[in-house]
């Protein structure tokens, strides 16, 4: 299916590995210009380099901390009419909520939450003044089934799922949406160290604990991060008009509810 999105221009925050360089991707193979950034170099200039061998749209690669108001501002400075935005950002540290205090609680909003908001607060107009736009939050299957040792995340993305369903259904008169793709367990390597973190506190061993984590998923494996990107680039294809202020799970049948 030609997603209709050829030429435009996205911005993929945090993109240098996993489910944002998977999005960044499949956006490019579409022939979208894709603006990707991470705090580290080298993995960011493989990523680029990767994007750009696939061929399609052009990769322009930021080393900036999208969870700062310079990294935002380099990155809308690099890409000032963004008409594609996917935010993402590291996820906060597994722990025990007793442990956590006001700074560790500030950074998870911060990163989690408000980088994502303000991103939004600085796009938005500029996409319903030109007609076009596709603002895709990664968050996590969390939001809807919490992990116990995953709080910072749990509460940080609840406050911004909260926030997003507040703002997104007015710009769809100028055909721009917002919503928010909510990844349960794809294999990257942010998931395997959540796994293994939980591994420890099952007291399993690691393959152990795997085969039973995987078990409990109707799909019984972990998503592959390009079926992830395929379905962000599906939501800011022109198709997708019509879709919008939604939380749209991605995990292979983890979540056990009907709603
Ligand atoms: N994978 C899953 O199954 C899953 C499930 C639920 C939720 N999530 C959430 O989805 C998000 C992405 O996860 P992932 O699995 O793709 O993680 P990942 O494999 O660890 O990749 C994270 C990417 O983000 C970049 N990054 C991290 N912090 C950044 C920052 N402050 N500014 C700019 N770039 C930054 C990293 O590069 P640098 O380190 O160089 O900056 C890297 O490119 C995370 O918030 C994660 O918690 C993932």
Redesign the pocket.
């Known amino acids: 299916m030609d997603l209709g999105i050829n030429g435009k221009k996205a911005i993929v925050?945090?993109?240098?590995?996993?489910?944002?360089?998977a999005s960044a991707m499949a956006l490019a193979r579409e022939g979208v210009d894709v603006w990707i950034?991470?705090?580290?170099r080298e993995?960011?200039e493989r990523t680029a380099d990767e994007i750009a061998a696939a061929g399609g749209g052009k990769v322009q690669a930021l080393v900036?901390?999208?969870?700062t108001g310079q990294?935002r501002d380099q990155l809308l400075a690099a890409c000032p009419e963004p008409d594609i935005l996917v935010n993402?950002?590291?996820?906060p540290p597994p722990g025990d909520f007793r442990d956590w205090d006001q700074q560790d609680w500030f950074d998870a909003i911060n990163?989690?939450m408000f980088s994502a908001i303000d991103m939004i607060r600085r796009c938005l107009d500029g996409m319903t003044g030109r007609g076009f736009g596709r603002i895709v939050n990664?968050?996590?299957?969390?939001v809807k089934m919490p992990v116990s040792v995953l709080g910072l995340?749990n509460g940080a993305r609840a406050g911004l799922t909260g926030f997003v369903s507040g703002i997104a259904r007015e710009p769809a008169q100028h055909n721009v949406t917002i919503n928010n793709l909510l990844?349960?367990?794809?294999a990257?390597?942010?998931?395997w160290s959540v796994l293994e973190s939980n591994a420890q506190a099952s007291g399993l061993d690691q393959a152990a604990h795997r085969e039973s984590f995987f078990s409990k998923i109707g799909a019984r494996r972990p998503?592959d991060p390009d079926e992830f990107g395929a379905v962000c680039a599906f939501l800011c294809s022109q198709q997708a008009a019509y879709i919008t202020a939604q939380n749209i799970l991605m995990d292979g049948g983890l979540y056990p509810g009907t709603f």
Do not use: E, F
């Not at 993402?88 to 996820?91: D, T, V």
């Open positions: 925050c945090a993109s240098s590995k996993g489910l944002g360089k950034c991470a705090r580290h993995a960011l900036a901390d999208v969870t990294g993402n950002a590291g996820g990163a989690n990664i968050t996590s299957v969390a995340s990844p349960g367990y794809v990257t390597d942010r998931m998503g």
